[in-house]
């Protein structure tokens, strides 16, 4: 069965710090993943795409990497600010289809 | 800009009043997407289409009904509606293809309360 598991469920920082969240999955075949941050009561926007070949990427501050084979990604967050505070949601397209997998999220707090 | 349209963004109405969620975008896009989001289950697929009047069910379609008549429209139809309905929605477009070219761009969400 396809999945996407994503740990913690929440996580409290302060402002400034850095901090990983973790996504594993099940899904094959694989196509991409890519990880959304979702402010509350807002739409999820993308923060990036990893590809099969691709094991790091940078958006600023946000770094997402990719172990295809241990089917396990990561966004780390660098610098933490007030802003960062959202919803962050690891979504892995199976290849050959329109099929998404979504993961349940990491709500994530920066305390100031 | 682009965008992705959603009407109304909240909205409180009673078991079994028939009710319309719309969708438009104005990318061209020839994929569109529902989906429902409630705590703790992430976001779950209501119904997608592929194109106009092409449309199939995703994980969580029973109760709901979909129609993909123009391409930019992708109205979301809850015939009868019931509490278990009570969700945050979102309707998604992206264009075909791999890598950057299928982002998904969401919509603002609808909040709706059965009771």
């Known amino acids: 069965k396809n999945q996407v598991e994503q740990s913690p469920q929440s996580l409290i920082i302060l402002e400034g710090k850095n901090c990983t969240l973790q996504?594993?999955?099940?899904?094959?075949?694989?196509?991409?993943l890519r990880w959304y941050k979702q402010d509350t009561g807002r739409g999820p926007v993308s923060l990036t795409i990893?590809?099969?070949?691709?094991n790091t990427k940078s958006n600023g501050r946000y770094t997402a990497t990719l172990d295809a084979d241990t089917k396990q990604s990561s966004l780390h967050i660098t610098a933490s600010q007030l802003s960062d505070s959202a919803s962050y949601i690891c979504v892995v397209r199976v290849s050959g289809f329109q099929k998404l997998v979504f993961g349940t999220g990491t709500r994530l707090l920066v305390s100031p | 800009e682009a965008q992705v349209t959603q009407n109304p963004r909240y909205l409180i109405t009673v078991t079994g009043k028939k009710l319309t969620v719309t969708c438009s975008q104005n990318m061209n896009h020839e994929y569109m997407s529902w989906y429902r989001q409630d705590p703790g289950l992430g976001l779950r697929q209501i119904y997608y289409s592929m194109n106009v009047e092409v449309t199939d069910k995703g994980d969580v379609p029973e109760g709901y009904k979909v129609s993909r008549k123009e391409k930019r429209n992708f109205p979301l139809i809850l015939e009868s509606p019931s509490p278990n309905q009570t969700s945050l929605y979102f309707c998604?477009?992206?264009?075909?293809?791999?890598?950057?070219?299928?982002?998904?761009?969401f919509g603002a969400g609808s909040r709706l309360t059965v009771l």
């Open positions: 990893m590809t099969f070949s691709e």
């Open positions: 996504c594993n999955y099940t899904v094959s075949p694989f196509s991409n």
């Open positions: 998604a477009s992206s264009s075909p293809g791999t890598g950057d070219a299928n982002v998904l761009t």
